[in-house]
């Protein structure tokens, strides 16, 4: 079974400049995360998708950072423009769909992009 | 808002002998709590579980204790053999938020 994919692996560019994420789940995986993972730190959510919906997005500072799943599957994570402070790796994650408020799906990760702000 | 913490960055054992990683948690809405293992350059990849309702849970090497009313959980995992040298994440999770530790960094030498 194929895992999490994620490109680019790594990227640097300069601060106000635009990058962008790609994340492709497992096959039939209802649910998608992106976390950001700060050196030092553990995986922050920035945001949670179900099918092309938007979970939870209390995390994602709008006004720099977007993220869509258009038709459910793969996902984009966008930053416009990009701080010094954006320079961390950007892990997408996926699940199954909760099936109860009391279940617990296991998340895979993908390998995440490490991203280098200048 | 550090709701999952883990004190140690870093810990050192050796080959054999038994790796016990602490973490500490402050929202008492957590109900499921896991383990993930990750090496450099790579996602974080899923341990051990454990629900609320439960004190410990088994597997392999590895066992998660969880102590509610301390609100605290460790991971055990013996004997430790050099390939368990990862960052080990602790995460605690309610009906649709997961939060991480920031990680402790073990390693177990030879």
């Known amino acids: 079974e194929a895992g999490v994919a994620q490109s680019p692996r790594y990227k640097i560019i300069e601060k106000r400049q635009s990058v962008a994420f790609w994340c492709n789940p497992i096959?039939?995986?209802?649910?998608l995360y992106w976390y950001q993972q700060i050196l030092g730190q553990g995986p922050k959510l920035l945001i949670q998708?179900?099918?092309?919906?938007?979970?939870?997005d209390s995390q994602l500072p709008k006004d720099r950072f977007s993220a869509e799943r258009l038709k459910g599957v793969d996902s984009t994570l966008k930053i416009q423009p990009a701080k010094l402070e954006d320079s961390a790796v950007y892990l997408c994650?996926?699940?199954?769909?909760?099936?109860?408020?009391?279940?617990?799906?296991?998340?895979?990760f993908g390998p995440g992009t490490r991203l280098t702000v200048l | 808002d550090q709701q999952v913490k883990q004190n140690s960055p870093s810990l050192s054992v050796q080959e054999g002998r038994i790796s016990i990683l602490n973490c500490d948690y402050t929202n008492s809405m957590f109900d499921y709590f896991l383990w993930y293992k990750k090496y450099p350059a790579e996602g974080p990849t899923f341990l051990i579980s454990i629900s609320s309702i439960k004190d410990k849970n088994e597997d392999g090497r590895f066992t998660v204790f969880l102590n509610k009313s301390a609100k605290h959980l460790s991971l055990h995992i013996v004997p430790s053999q050099p390939g368990d040298s990862a960052v080990y994440f602790c995460?605690?999770?309610?009906?649709?938020?997961?939060?991480f530790g920031a990680g402790t960094r073990l390693t177990v030498k030879p």
């Open positions: 096959s039939g995986h209802a649910t």
């Open positions: 995460a605690a999770s309610d009906n649709n938020d997961m939060r």
């Open positions: 998708f179900q099918n092309n919906g938007v979970v939870d």
């Open positions: 994650a996926s699940s199954l769909a909760r099936l109860a408020p009391s279940s617990y799906n296991e998340q895979f």
